[in-house]
């Protein structure tokens, strides 16, 4: 009766007896020779083995790496640790990142906006800026950083100057009272005429327009960033075709859906 049965060495070591059997499986123990009533009795070496492995295991080491490193002597043994120690360097990080992550999902902005972008939404805000009008910028940001990321922090640049002037803030406010017009409202062309002008006296803030063109696709990214969440026919698309087109009649290069 010479060392233990396989159920009171798993117990032993802490693991399953399912699990030891997967050790001998993969040929990370050798599975002891049976008695004379017929069992497998693990002994001290055994159970050492087991109880290697099972440390080995739960520091992160793959199991398929757990053989060769028992069987290292001891340089490789430490060369292979500080590998295994790198390698879970690593996988915390990345652990953190993504807690990171579930922590910003508790605000839908700061998950897919950096905080610069949320502090000028909030600012927006601050200066009375409907929430409707915040809301579709929002997401107008979070397209325009998908699809055109090298130029989103300079545009966030653009965009907190034009915050500084009292005229573009006051155009803003009746751009979102405009969505509430007729397509045919003469007061439509009287806007989107003085926002035109704006922008083309202000050539700081005609960078906002001008400064998401991508260098390929331009004209499909610019309409999908630019025209995101209007409505054909509505009085914003109108609006907007409006100070488009004059513009591109003062000589400023705006992509066309047909054109790069």
């Known amino acids: 009766m010479n060392g233990v049965t396989i159920g009171q ?15 001998h ?14 069992y497998r009795r693990y ?6 083995r087991l109880v290697q492995i099972r440390t080995l295991a739960a520091a992160g080491v793959p199991l398929a790496e757990v053989g060769p490193l028992l069987d290292a002597d001891a340089a490789q043994f430490a060369a292979a640790l500080t590998g295994v120690e790198r390698q879970l360097t690593e996988r915390i990080e990345e652990l953190i990142a993504r807690r990171d992550m579930l922590h910003r999902l508790a605000d839908g902005d700061r998950a897919l906006l950096p905080d610069r972008a ?11 800026l409907p929430a409707e009008q915040v809301a579709a910028t929002r997401e107008g940001w979070v397209l325009a950083r998908a699809l055109v990321p090298e130029g989103f922090d300079d545009f966030l640049t653009h965009v907190e100057h034009a915050l500084d002037d009292p005229r573009f803030v006051a155009l803003s406010k009746q751009a ?3 969505t509430a017009w007729e397509p045919d409202d003469p007061r439509l062309a009287e806007l ?11 050539p700081a803030h005609l960078k906002i327009v001008t400064g998401l063109q991508a260098r390929t696709d331009a004209a499909a990214r610019y309409h999908l960033v630019a025209h995101h969440g209007e409505q054909e026919g509505s009085a914003t ?6 100070v488009e087109a004059k513009l591109r009649a003062a000589g400023i290069h705006i ?6």
Request: aromatic share 4%; hydrophobic share 45%; net charge negative.
């Open 9 to 23: 060495a798993a117990a032993f070591v802490g693991v399953t007896v399912k699990t030891v059997r997967h050790y």
């Open 255 to 260: 992509p066309r859906p047909d054109t790069h």
């Open 43 to 48: 002994g001290s070496a055994e159970l050492l």
């Open 237 to 242: 698309a109108q609006g907007v075709a409006i």
């Open 118 to 128: 949320v502090a000028l939404l909030e600012r927006m805000s601050g200066l009375g």
């Open 25 to 38: 499986k993969l040929g990370l123990v050798k599975e002891p020779e049976r008695d004379s009533s017929g």
């Open 192 to 202: 989107a005429t003085a926002i035109a002008d704006h922008f083309l006296a202000n």
């Open 176 to 178: 979102t009272e405009a």
